[in-house]
């Protein structure tokens, strides 16, 4: 008996840290729209009143609601991207070509360890690559043209 109520405990342990790393992950996708001009409207289910980043439009999550991709190809978005972006830790595509999306590219993307293709051609940035990208280790896919 003392095996399963210590089972539980643990358990409702662990899942206080995926709750919490849900509701990171969906304040960051606001925060991310929020420094956006979103002309189309594509962004709408965009916000922190989201249950889950996986209800939101243009995201993909994996089995357990990380958001693994974000794909906005030619969305007539515009703005600057947030250095929220970072807090999206288990992404492992981020699309934004094709868009008027304009200013520096955020250190806070060498948070994401796991990405593997970084799309952010035709667009109007400026500046110079973040040294932090020298820790994007898995990174095989970069187009910043």
Request: net charge negative.
């Amino acid at each position: 008996m003392k095996l399963l109520a210590f089972g539980l405990v643990v358990l409702a342990y662990l899942q206080s840290f995926a709750a919490t790393d849900v509701q990171v992950q969906v304040t960051a996708l606001h925060e991310i729209r929020m420094m956006l001009i979103d002309s189309r409207g594509v962004l709408g289910d965009w916000n922190e009143n989201q249950v889950s980043p996986c209800l939101s439009s243009y995201v993909m999550c994996d089995e357990d609601n990380n958001v693994y991709a974000i794909t906005l190809s030619r969305a007539g978005l515009s703005g600057v991207l947030s250095p929220s972006i970072g807090k999206l830790t288990f992404l492992r595509q981020l699309v934004f070509d094709g868009n008027l999306i304009n200013g520096e590219i955020p250190q806070e993307i060498g948070n994401l360890q796991r990405l593997t293709s970084l799309q952010l051609g035709n667009n109007t940035l400026n500046g110079s690559i973040p040294e932090s990208f020298g820790d994007l280790s898995e990174l095989q896919i970069m187009r910043l043209d």
